[in-house]
């Protein structure tokens, strides 16, 4: 399965010029990289921007938006759909991530409906898991995790094939604060992420799902987690706003 490299700018960067700035570092890292299996999630205002550089500097990167609404359409004042990204020839949706729980409300069952507006549209999802309302505790809750899985997963497991579904592991504490999960410990929730959506999708179309980690991954650590085998790429922040973080965490999709 090839690795995938993910990045979140969430509301960053301020100005076009800085968008313009960060795509060619983009450009400069990703050089080598001629598959599509690296995504950026920018504020969706700059999604036409960075499609047009993206296509004149001929960098190899799928977009995708940050959240949709659990609707095809209507009174969702802010909210972007599912089918207006597919539309625009986007690739990916992220689902869930801990801070649309914590500013806009999401909750694990519309998470779901989420993923399936994504589903029925023709994109992929990359669905976050591991957000809890005491950001701070380090305690691995299984039951949280099978059940986020489940309310993720369950609404729209008919119409899953052979979409590629990221599942990208997310603890909470660990997001922004520069602190992550040891390499053990992330094997650990990943095994039992990959038994969970067995049990829900089924061996054979669990086969096709990635793995991801994210948190306070940076060209420090990033070597060091790349290297377990069950991980299968990774949801990037901060560190993918650094130009100069960038061409060591292009090297896992080298
Ligand atoms: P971080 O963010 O890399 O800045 O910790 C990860 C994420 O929010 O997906």
Redesign the pocket.
Known sequence: MNKMLAL?W?MNPTSVAEVEKLMQAMKVALAQIRTGDVVVFPPAMYLDLITRIKESEQIYLELGVQDVAIAEKGAYTSQISANMAAGLGLQYALVG???THQYLGVTDASVGQKVLQVLQSGINPMI?IGYQEDTSSQEIDYDMLKSQLQQALEPSKDLITNQDICI?Y?PVW????GVTPSPETIETVIIFLKRTVQEILGAKTAENVRFLY?????SGNIEEFNALPELDGF??????LKPEELPKLAQVVV
């Open positions: 979140n969430k991530h801990s801070e976050c990208a997310e660990a997001i922004g604060t994210g948190g306070s991954v940076n949801l990037i922040g901060g560190a993918s």
